[in-house]
């Protein structure tokens, strides 16, 4: 068949667009598109190829396993190629597949398939040895460290030395469980850090942390689902392999089965296509295998994928409804976020009233409008989220969505900060709003974890006029309690010494709830870690901040904003007089070093010290070494040839000691 030019061209819009959305997916971890939209354009497009083969490129995304290898970790080349499955979307489709096989009275095994990423994951004499990502199919990375740090992947395997003996490769796949996702993106939400679309964009970014700490913190999970040359190991079916993995004491999963025939794959797909939302994980579809390891081989691989499998995938399930209006929700920090009322549907077995819109840009790139007919799904089968708007039902009825000028709440003026795409009410300091978000997220459990104090009781506290301000919490009494509707002693007794016992949570906790921006749990945990006190942390340039492992330019300069504001270093001084903790236990007990909170610079050559050895010991006394001299700089060291650093110390009159002084300083 000759293409004609609009053919050449429809293809060639289809590599770039698949080319560009394969990118966010794969390295970017941000979808734009559905997984159900992707797979439609892989479709479209390979439909194209086999009908105009001579214009299909080599490497094309349709021969593609997927995911590109990122430069960051160590590259591992698999022994055995870690192969993709070919999809099929209909009952045809797989009776072709099986009809493919032309064997007599096959059985399958079907299993659930995971929407998580693929690993490779190898034992050697039993123990743990090596953790791999797929990447090209050929070539992956060296994720070791991060698998180790899965909460069921046990490090040693169950049974005989005999039977462990040698090196095992199983692959799986790697998953957040929803449970896991939604606390996450409900603290990066709170956090203001961008959301992951789906458990299993967050369980590949959490994968690829380069610092397996943050990887431990995200708690994901892994199933493994094949043993690699499993015939070796004296394993002839898929059922016996699953089993066998089992035995060694790794996780597989429970949705599973033999099918004796084609009808009973069928039945397994219907059993589990409502079933699988049951599942704490999410899946896509089910995957068939040949049950006979035996005739595996036989059958053999394409490129990128096994002819003796297939993976059925379901329908993403997708209802149309109505816009019924658009609101404002004023977020912790002002920022003005549209959400829109739907009308009642159900999909995904809950009723989907709401949609959040994420900001002007999306509403404008869908453009959605109020009394639009639209299609959505549920992003993970767990966040409602609008596809697309049906544009052939627009009767001219429809209104445009506008962002307000105003923050709907207050009504002060909503602004656009420098570089950003939130319009926020600029009414920082009294936006009821914003003061009852923040109440909020101070006392959730990540923060102040103050029970009792939760949506409703907030709005009483700041339409009461006793809360005003955040610290405004630590003056409340029985009394003032007492005034509230519905209010009874024994809860607000309650209240008040939930209130009393959160002044002895950690200094991580308060300084997560203080809601500095692009401050969340994590970076809460390392500043805290390398500072122990929030005097040492307001004190701290920019500079230092940003030399902390975990901490980037720039958290660190919304960390120093914040503890330069006039209103922050007020509330913290408040906070202190209510006596909360305002310091961890290791730098509690520092206190009474001879450096204790203290900044030293070390400018110029000292006579018998390096300066690691120098910098080594105000750190284990209590100090900290910066490089910089500023006016906060406690302490400076001078040895030979000190230049710039050492005149600029002596204008600021800080105190300026030589060698000598600073080993008698450390007792020495
Ligand atoms: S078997 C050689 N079983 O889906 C065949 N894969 O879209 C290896 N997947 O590459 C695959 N659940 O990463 C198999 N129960 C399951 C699966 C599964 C999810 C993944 C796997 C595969 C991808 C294909």
Known sequence: MKPNKRQIDEMNKLYENIDRHAKLYYEDDSPAISDGEYDALLRELSELERDYPEYARADSPTRRVGGAVLNTFAKVRHERPMLSLDNVFDEGELMAFVTRLSLEKPSFVCEMKIDGLAVSVVYEDGVFARGATRGDGKVGEDVSENIRTLKNLPMKLKGGASELAGRIELRGEVIMTREQFAELNKTREENEEPLFANPRNAAAGSLRQLDSRVT????????????????????TTQSEALRRIEKWGLPVQSAWGVCG?????????????????????????????????????GLGATSHAPRWAIAYKYPPETVYTRVLSIEISVGRTGALTPVANLEPAQVGGTTVARAGLHNEDEVRRKDIRVGDRVKIHKAAEIIPEIIEVDKDARTGAEVPFEMPSFCPVCGSPAVRLPGEVALR?????????????????????ACMDIRGLGDKLSEQLIESGFIHNISDVYALNMDKLLTLDRMAERSAQNLLKSIENSKKRPLSALLTALGVRLVG???????????GSVDAMSQAEEEELSSVDGIGGEIASSVAAFFRASDNIELLRQFKDYGLNMASDNARSATGLPFSGMSVVFTGELPTLSRADAEEKVKRLGGRAVSGVSSKTGLVVAGENAGSKLSKAEKLGLRIIDEAEFLRMCGE
């Open 261 to 297: 025939s084609f009808d009973e794959v069928l039945a397994f797909i219907e059993r589990w296509r409502e079933k699988r939302r049951e599942l704490d994980y999410a899946t896509d579809g089910v995957v068939l295998k040949l049950d006979d390891i035996g005739l595996w081989d």
């Open 425 to 445: 009410c600029s009414n920082r300091a009294s936006c009821p709003a914003q003061l009852k978000e923040g109440l909020r997220y101070f006392a959730s459990r």
């Open 521 to 531: 749990r994590r970076a809460a945990e390392l500043l805290t870690e390398r500072f």
């Open 216 to 235: 431990a913190l995200r708690g994901l999970s892994v199933f493994l689902y094949y043993i690699v040359d499993a015939r070796e190991r004296g394993v």
